[in-house]
């Protein structure tokens, strides 16, 4: 016969007083949790509701699979244990409070599989810990550090992490010892030895003194959780849930700008509420902080320090910003800013702009989306940075000097130099390609962009294409002088203004040779609902492409800022194209047998850098790769950073125009990375990083050991050979 269970509150009165402190902590968190999501109500509106089926196919894979952690393997596979430590002793911990009103968990109170189970978990969250502990406490990686919280947080909840499950297990042991092996667990028959030799009303009066000190410790947890760095625990499901399923290289799009009266993100409520929600969600691991070209190369740019510099703006702002009637000001708990240090109170101050979040981090951004895609949690950095930069740019005309230039040639001239956009085709005139006005009947166009028809060095890169396109027998036009910039590097900086009067510009045009592929579609399938959705401009655009007939065209072009501006931002503004990369049409008509090449024709060793707007923006690594190992003998050898890890070459975001006068040149980091291959030609597939690459070539005085070339360059080459 099975003993009776033992009461761990020891009667009504012990049963009394623990529903009250359970009571009064939930209160406390409660109220915590709705300022939390208060604030976020308060911040711009996002849908994030589209594709439910890949939502939770995420929230399986990220929050339940731990896969985003699981990338650095050891601190990924102490947080895995940790995570789902914590999931199984919150059964366990349900299954002590039922012991509280003499009830258990249905299957599991009494289910020894369960008890093995979570005692095995125990055990791992304890080993879990110790990596934790030497890595924060030994090992202490940059990365850690954080210049809005000390390091004391995290030791905290260390600390509380341990106490939880210390005390659960002295709870097993001496409930084990206290009811003769009855409530039976790995842990309690592991230690019975030891306890067993007590008499049973110590063990007794211990089982309830660690089961209050377990309560205890949990209770106090859900309360300070909330209020912690770890709050990340509760938000991180969510952030994950409601991750962006727009294109990755499509930045948010600022409607009615002739309307607005505010421009980007000034103010922290400016910001929506999923950019909030970011904050809530960081980690504080600093993977962003590791892979930043920017940061690696000295400038005062740590992505991490922007999430949290929102979160503490947010904080630091929440009285004014809930309202001075808000149940939570007349608590008196608004202000939730973390100042606990003189450092950290110097930190929290406003402007978010300038006070929190240095100017000088905003603008070292490349935009590489390196951050983004080593996140473990689906924090969008980029598009903060460029919103804040737009409040800089549009609403106090404050941007590095050498870009108003820049903003001048291109309103002027449709290019950033002070060239006339009549000789834009000029580089072509010996090639006998016909402009779409002559061949308006083209299957392609091939899309130049400013760097291809007017920097000389890459003009080459320019020709090497068209050389292709010939060999190839393709149907192909330029757009020539009706071509213009298509305001990529503008909206990298904040200028949406000038980006939308380029994109609108472009987009008159492309529709108005028949390329816009969703025109016919727009006769007979746009509904009210779908009509309503759309931005003004987008309207206005999709009607004056409906009047033209529209059939399969492409748009081909080297410069992956214009491929990824042309096919994931036009859209946006009622322009929908066909867009390729050159690299990948080539691959293309290779996989089609228009083009033949010499296999093995070049005999160099080479190495491949993957541009950002191509890689990590587009999900483009192997078409360059299949092209290159076709034509090289040696194939490609690979830099120690390559495909979705690659290094920017510092020219992305509008820093190719601006002055790199900080730390170490971005370029010259990754040509060194190249010059560690051993290669004789740095292939590329871009014209920015083209022309950082030569530059940074120049810098490290290596111009007798490497060559900077486009793909197209080698292929053209190869197709002139006479073994072809």
């Known amino acids: 016969m099975t003993p009776p269970a033992i009461s761990p509150t020891g009667g009504w009165l012990g049963t009394t007083l623990f529903v009250l ?203 300070y959780l909330p209020r912690s760095k770890h709050l990340h625990l509760m938000a991180t499901p969510f952030n994950v849930f409601f991750r962006s399923y727009k294109p990755k290289g499509a930045l948010p799009l600022i409607e009615n700008l002739e309307e607005r009266e505010d421009y980007g993100v000034s103010k922290v409520e400016q910001f929506t509420w999923k950019q909030l929600l970011d904050g809530y969600a960081c980690t504080e691991c600093g993977r962003c902080n590791t892979v930043c070209p920017a940061l690696n190369t000295g400038k005062p740019l740590y992505p991490k320090e922007i999430i949290l510099g929102a979160k503490e703006a947010l904080f630091v702002r929440s009285g004014e910003i809930l309202g001075e009637n808000s149940i939570y000001n007349k608590l008196g708990i608004a202000g939730l800013k973390a100042d606990k240090t003189p450092a950290e109170k110097e930190a929290h101050h406003e ?73 834009r085709a000029e580089w072509a005139a010996s090639l006998e390609i016909p402009l779409l006005a002559e061949n308006p009947e083209a299957e392609v166009l091939y899309w130049v962009g400013c760097m291809g028809s007017f920097d000389r060095r890459n003009q080459q890169v320019a020709t090497s294409v068209a050389k292709v396109l010939k060999a190839a027998n393709v149907n192909f036009a330029i757009l020539g002088p009706e071509e213009t910039c298509t305001g990529d590097p503008a909206r990298r900086i904040g200028n949406e203004y000038l980006w939308q009067m380029q994109a609108m510009q472009n987009i008159e045009t492309l529709n108005g040779y028949g390329f816009n592929t969703k025109a016919e579609s727009a006769k007979t399938d746009d509904t009210a609902t779908e009509s309503a959705e759309k931005t003004e401009p987008a309207r206005a655009v999709e009607k004056m492409a409906t009047a033209t007939a529209t059939r399969h065209r492409t748009i081909i072009t080297a410069c992956p800022h214009c491929f ?108 060194n990375e190249a010059l560690d291959t051993n290669a004789e030609v740095l292939a590329a597939g871009c014209p920015f990083c083209i022309t950082m690459f030569e530059d940074g070539i120049k810098g490290v005085e290596a111009e007798e050991k490497m060559k900077v070339e486009d793909i197209s360059e080698i292929i053209a080459r190869a197709i002139e050979s006479p073994a072809q």
Request: aromatic fraction near 10%.
């Open 21 to 223: 402190l359970f009571l009064a902590a939930l209160v406390l968190f409660g109220i915590r949790a709705g300022q939390l999501v208060t604030l976020l109500t308060k911040a711009q509106p996002e849908d994030r509701t589209d594709h439910l089926n890949e939502r939770i196919g995420a929230f399986f894979k990220v929050v339940l699979g731990q896969s985003g952690v699981l990338r650095d393997p050891i601190p990924g596979i102490a947080h895995f244990f940790t995570f789902w430590g914590f999931i199984l002793i919150q059964f366990g911990l349900l299954n002590l409070i039922l012991g509280a009103f003499n009830g258990s968990l249905p299957f599991l109170g009494d289910n020894h599989v369960f008890a093995i189970i979570l005692d095995v978990f125990v055990v791992l969250v304890a080993f879990a810990l110790v990596v934790f502990a030497i890595r924060r406490g030994i090992v202490r990686p940059r990365q850690l550090n954080s210049a809005l919280h000390g390091p004391w947080d995290g030791f905290i909840i260390l600390g509380l992490i341990l106490l939880v499950i210390l005390t659960l297990a002295l709870v097993e042991g001496f409930e084990y010892a206290a009811s003769n092996g009855a409530a039976w667990t790995p842990i309690g028959a592991f230690f019975h030895p030891l306890l067993g030799q007590a008499s049973q009303q110590t063990n007794i009066i211990a089982y309830r003194s660690f089961w209050w000190l377990h309560m205890l410790t949990v209770l106090g947890f859900l309360v």
């Open 351 to 423: 402007p978010m702009i300038g006070g929190i979040i240095s100017k000088e981090a905003l603008w070292a951004c490349t935009t590489c989306m390196a951050c983004v895609e080593i996140c473990p949690v689906s924090i969008e950095h980029v598009p903060k940075i460029v919103d804040m930069r737009r409040s800089l740019v549009m609403e106090e005309s404050d941007f590095p000097q050498e870009v108003t230039s820049l903003f001048n040639n291109i309103e002027r001239n449709g290019n950033p130099w002070e060239i006339s956009n009549d000789k």
């Open 564 to 671: 990824n501006t042309i096919k994931n931002e036009y859209p946006q503004l009622g322009g929908d194209y066909e867009v390729i990369h050159h690299t990948v049409f080539i691959d293309n008509l290779m996989a089609a047998e228009q083009l033949k090449l010499p296999t093995g024709f070049d005999k160099r060793k080479l190495t491949y850098h993957d541009p950002c707007y191509v890689g990590r923006y587009n999900d483009t690594y192997d078409e360059p790769r299949r092209v290159l190992t076709v034509i090289n003998d040696k194939g490609v050898t690979e830099m120690e950073r390559n495909r979705n890890k690659s290094f920017c070459c510092g020219g992305g975001g509008g820093r190719v125009w601006m002055e790199e006068t900080v730390g170490k040149r971005i370029n010259q980091t990754r040509v």
